[in-house]
């Protein structure tokens, strides 16, 4: 078994209202020096030591992200 | 955790009576631990132990309550019970609302999860009524939230209100349940406090109505539905530390959560899988997990029933790894349900949750003894009689004393508060009201929830009740309204209930639909506090006289207590449900005004120098005195069926109840909700303060076509009903004319009146 | 009688209201299951509203894979008629047969509202009965409704007319253009996100108006 | 500036619908050998070398997490 972690972010041109709407906020509550704020997803997944990078690339890019506003990351770690 | 050392079994126990129990810690009394050996006749197994707190905690053994609440149903008549087909005690009232159609309703609360975890104390309040009123054999068809909050600008209760609302929407809007009302109140009572309500409205062929019973020896139990976990453990983790043998193994969940997590699309799932299960008319028993989970269902199936149950515990789909008997016992895991079916209809039952892909497991039979007996991996870790835990709880005749400040309080009357004395001054005043927190749309809030799904909406927000219709070839419907205002309970609990009454059931009226039931949600502190106690028991004493007087019965409920900070209570807050009948929908009467030009304003009922608890009094003076308002339970069913021949004849265009901010409120209302300006005249000689501000009970706005003024203002001459003259609809004007006080533009008034919530909550 | 199909996906909550649109139109509503690799012979495909699978991936995204959608898919290239209301737009776009993807509302809330749109092309298969530039009212009630999509592929839907329906009085949750609904290039499968299924009758929604888009359909279903 | 990463996830023992139909879906698309799935949020700030790790320690608790249902962890990234 591995663990796999998954991070999908909303490519840069592309709105994202949930960070903007972090990013906001900050300075509100008294927290100042953030300069902007991207909010994605993040998966971990436990994957059998006979699924290959190109299955998990796969997975990813046509499951977990949608390659028309996103961006994603694909890492297997140490668990 | 699995192996059988650590495993306390009955053998295990009778073997160390001796043996020290966390029961202080989970919440028991020392004599209600001491029944609970003298019951078993040894000490309790740890499951035992788990199951029997839970059981007999305030929430499920109504123990506070209950000598108090069968008032309810010593009060209700055979005439009142003749459309009742199942009532107090099952999972929800269920009523005949003719042709053959049945309807169950309840309101239920998940207020301190809702403190805890906004979004999800709600959304799980939201998916636990919708189980109860599935558990009736209903399809569930809409939703009702009730919400208090504490000050409208106070930092914690946006975080709360912001979690409380998307939780309610989150998970209605995904269940696919249009949400036709609610109530949204903001008072300092409530800061700590904030009151969560679901109600839930579904439907049935009168035939299909189940009861949660398990009978017939032999009948497998079948749990379906999600997988347990060990969420909303909360009290019975102690169970976990306290290690039978001296081993820290359970020390890592030592601080479980009680926060509950929802998944409203395998709620959705199991309400589609459910109701094929009845059309297929394979289904014995059904009972919904809710509070107490297993504990509970288990045991109320079995003690409901005619037999005894065994169930093999270990059966039960887990979600977390090493849990013991007591913790899978004890799980709030949400959106479960548990069956009794024919052995004969397991497969078939089977069948239908794999093609919904809903998990479904043969947990337990129905057996011939009387016992609820529990298994883990084949050893007896529970074996009580089901009664003794569901049913024969401990009953507390708590002391009750009228609080020591409420002479003091009703003698604090609003008499010589300022009043507006100058036109100007009623201007702002009215600005004022219409843009506070409590009397503002509510349109923030309500947006945010689907009314539309499954295209039966005819009435929601904001109308004065939501409307459902039930029945599409013949327009047959059903309408809803929950209501209180706890300010006047705190003055007079006995009088405040049945004000929440009147009000629940006059909005019903209002849109042309003839109440019929109640369900009620009764949010109070503290039992211990003689001064609460007493506030609770003259509300039952309120709200059940009152149904008496008008002849509807309580059909069901639900009671909150501990909502409380420190030693102060929250205002009492008896939320009152009323449901409506209506044979055809499409007679339904709307509240904006302006459907046909010219109509005559018609106000009915009686105006009296009403002030003690009123909005006003609360907005401008941050007031809390003197006597609620009158209530006159007579005339509010001559109004109701004023209302009711108006709408069967035609004769009225739009109406809308007067309660809380009073005329001024309802007028303004009525015009924004219509887009439609309009033309008051308030009676000569009368004080324009008293008449636009007073909240006298009893009373409703009519827009009356002009053909039919006559025909309307006769019968109701006729009836006895009081009736006033006070305008004409003109939606020529584009503003609100109160003469001899002030012209507001509609922009103006929009303004004032949704610009609130935005402001506070954006 | 005509035959339009409707898809059931588990989560799905608007079926029964896109059904009774279709009966109300004169048309026969018929079921589909999203396990079922079958359309059952009918002429056109409406994908409902709702919740297709929780949508807690990303809307649409798994639904996308149904057996029924293989099939969708494949009729499509024919030609067959689809419509994506709400939901259904959201799995349309993901399952490749419109562009673009619909994301959270710029708001952060799920909006329900009653909607003023445009329609601003009046010759696809689903609007033939409108007249370009009529603007109609109909329920929006979505959480992620803001569309979104690469600037080439925006400047091609507007240049080549296939923006459908425009938001007119606000734009309720930040979409690119104020857009509300899209076409595919020949105009036979459109997308949108607010509801007309749920105005076809005053008494349950705002106006009639949405039942135009199942008589554009009949008309074209009867001239083809 | 900085590059900070904070990833949140939902607690262990609290449910996560938003994985399980991640998981739940795997196999129908084909995929097998994927045990368990968890989702949960990724954030991409870009901080003030100003913004020490106690302030970022305390926006990721009070702010981007719930501490009831959630952990967090806050990694600091070279850009
Ligand atoms: N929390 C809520 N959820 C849904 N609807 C709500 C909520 N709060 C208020 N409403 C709706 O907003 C409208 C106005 O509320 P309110 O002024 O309290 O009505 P009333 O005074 O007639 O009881 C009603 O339709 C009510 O059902
Ligand atoms: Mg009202």
Redesign the pocket.
């Given at each position: 078994m591995a663990r796999v972690v998954v991070d999908v972010m909303p490519k840069p041109e592309i709105l994202d209202p949930q960070g903007q709407a972090v990013a906001n906020a900050l300075p509100r509550l008294g927290f100042s020096g953030i300069g902007s704020v991207r909010q994605g997803k993040h998966f971990e997944l436990e994957v059998d030591d006979s699924v290959d990078d190109a299955t998990l690339a796969k997975i990813a890019e046509t499951f977990l992200a949608n390659p028309v506003v996103e961006d994603w990351v694909v890492r297997r770690v140490e668990s | 955790m699995t192996t059988t050392e650590l495993i306390d079994t009955v053998g295990h126990a009778e073997s160390t009576p001796e043996q020290a129990q966390p029961y202080r810690e989970l919440g028991l009394k020392d004599d209600e631990y001491q029944r609970i050996r003298d019951i078993l006749g040894r000490r309790p197994t740890a499951a035992e132990l788990a199951m029997y707190s839970v059981m007999w905690s305030e929430h499920c053994s109504y123990k506070s309550s209950k000598v108090h609440l069968r008032y309810f149903g010593e009060s209700t008549t055979e005439e009142m019970r003749a459309k009742m087909l199942a009532g107090i005690g099952e999972n929800a009232g269920v009523v005949d609302i003719g042709d053959g159609w049945a309807v169950t309703f309840k309101v239920e609360s998940h207020n301190h999860p809702s403190y805890i975890e906004p979004y999800q104390g709600a959304a799980t309040g939201v998916g636990g009524i919708v189980r109860d009123i599935m558990a009736m054999g209903a399809r569930p068809v809409a939703v009702?939230?009730?919400?208090r909050f504490g000050p409208a600008d106070a930092p914690d209760t946006r975080r709360v209100l912001h979690g409380v609302v998307a939780g309610v929407g989150g998970y209605g809007n995904c269940l696919g349940l249009p949400?036709i009302?609610?109530?949204?109140v903001f008072d300092p009572s409530y800061a700590g406090n904030p009151l969560l309500n679901a109600a839930c409205i579904g439907a049935m062929r009168v035939e299909d109505l189940h009861l949660a019973h398990a009978s017939g020896t032999g009948n497998k139990v079948i749990l379906f539905g999600a997988r347990t976990g060990l969420d909303g453990i909360g009290g019975v983790s102690v169970l976990a530390s306290d290690t039978f043998s001296g081993d820290e193994s359970g020390s890592g969940r030592k601080k479980l959560p009680s926060v509950q997590v929802g998944d409203p699309f395998t709620e959705k799932v199991l309400i589609e899988c459910c109701l094929e299960l009845y059309r297929e008319g394979i289904v014995v028993g059904i009972q919904d997990l809710g509070g107490a989970g297993l504990s509970c269902a288990t045991s109320e199936l079995a003690s409901a029933g005619d037999g005894g149950m065994h169930v093999w515990l270990d059966r039960v789909p887990l979600r977390a790894t090493g849990m013991s008997p007591a913790e899978v016992l004890s799980s709030e895991s949400q959106e479960r349900m548990m069956a009794v079916v024919t052995p004969a209809n397991v497969d078939a039952f089977m069948r239908i949750c794999a093609k919904w892909d809903v998990i479904a497991t043969e947990i337990g039979e129905v057996t011939d003894g009387d016992r609820l007996v529990i298994t883990w991996h084949d050893q007896v870790v529970v074996d009580v009689p089901p009664r003794t835990v569901a049913h024969e709880g401990p009953v507390y005749h708590r002391p009750i004393e009228r609080p020591a400040d409420q002479d003091a309080l009703r003698a604090n009357g609003p008499e010589s508060l300022a009043r507006p004395s100058t036109p100007d001054e009623l201007r702002e005043l009215v600005l004022r009201m219409v843009s506070s927190p409590n009397l503002a749309s509510?349109r923030w809030?309500?947006e945010q929830?689907d009314r539309y799904v499954r295209g039966n909406s005819v009435l929601a927000?904001?109308?004065?009740s939501?409307m459902i219709r039930i029945d599409e070839r013949t327009g047959r419907g059903v309408a809803m309204?929950t209501?209180c205002n706890g300010r006047f309970c705190r003055l007079d609990p006995y009088t405040g209930a049945q004000l929440a009454l009147a009000?629940a059931y006059r909005?019903v009226a209002t849109t042309g639909a003839t109440p019929l039931a109640v369900t009620n949600c009764m949010n109070f502190g503290s039992p211990e506090d003689p001064a609460v106690m007493w506030q609770f028991e003259q509300a039952v004493k309120g709200l059940a006289d009152g149904c008496r007087e008008l002849g509807i019965p309580v059909t069901g409920g639900n009671v909150s207590f501990y909502n409380q900070t420190g030693s102060t209570a929250i205002l009492p807050t008896p939320v009152v449900g009323v449901l409506g009948v209506i044979d055809d929908v499409t007679r339904r009467i709307p509240t904006g005004i302006g459907a046909e030009a010219g109509d005559t304003l018609l106000l009915l009922g009686d105006t009296h120098e009403e002030f003690g608890g009123s909005e006003w009094a609360h907005v401008v003076h941050g007031h809390l005195g003197g006597l609620p308002p009158k209530v006159d339970l007579d005339r509010e069913r001559l109004l109701a069926e004023v209302l009711v021949a108006g709408s069967r004849d035609g004769m009225i265009s739009a109406a809308h109840?007067l309660?809380?901010g009073g005329l001024a409120q309802a007028v303004v209302e009525s015009c924004l909700i219509g887009e439609t300006g309009a033309r008051v005249f308030l009676p000569e000689g009368s004080d324009p303060f008293v008449q636009l501000f007073s909240e006298s009970a009893g009373r409703v706005l009519v827009a009356v076509p002009r053909s039919e003024e006559l025909r309307f203002t006769e019968m109701c001459t006729a009836r006895g009903l009081p009736w006033a003259r006070i305008g004409v609809v003109d939606p020529e004007a584009g503003s609100l004319e109160i003469q001899d006080v002030a012209t507001f533009g509609l922009d103006e008034l929009r303004e004032a009146w949704e610009g609130t919530l935005p402001a506070l909550f954006d | 009688m005509s035959k339009i199909g409707v898809i059931t996906f588990p989560g799905t909550l608007d079926d029964v209201d896109a059904a009774r649109a279709v009966t109300y139109a004169g048309a026969e509503a018929v079921s589909l299951w999203h396990a079922d690799a079958d359309l059952r012979g009918v002429e056109a495909v409406v994908v409902p509203g709702g919740f297709s699978y929780g949508d807690y991936l990303r809307c649409g995204a798994i639904a996308r894979f149904a057996p029924v959608m293989t099939e969708v898919v494949a009729a499509a290239a024919k030609g067959m008629p689809v419509l994506g209301i709400c939901n259904g737009f959201q799995i349309l776009c993901e399952a490749g047969l419109l562009p673009g993807v619909l994301i959270r509302n710029q708001g952060l809330h799920f909006v329900c509202r009653d909607q003023w749109l445009r329609v601003e092309n009046a010759s696809s298969a689903w609007t033939s009965r409108y007249e370009q530039g009529a603007e109609i009212l109909v329920p929006l009630k979505s959480g992620e409704g803001c569309y979104v999509a690469e600037k080439s592929t925006v400047d091609e839907l507007e240049g080549e007319g296939r923006v459908v329906f425009r938001y007119v009085g606000g734009n309720p949750n930040g979409s690119t253009n104020d857009i509300a609904g899209v076409s595919s290039a020949n105009g036979r499968v459109v997308g949108l996100m607010p509801h007309p299924e749920h105005a076809i009758d005053a008494l349950t929604g705002p106006s009639d108006d949405g039942l135009g888009l199942i008589l554009s359909v009949l008309d074209s279903l009867v001239a083809a």
């Open positions: - | 009702l939230d009730p919400l949400n009302g609610g109530e949204l509510k809030v309500t929830y927000q904001p109308a004065d939501g309204s209501d009000e909005n109840d309660s809380d | -």
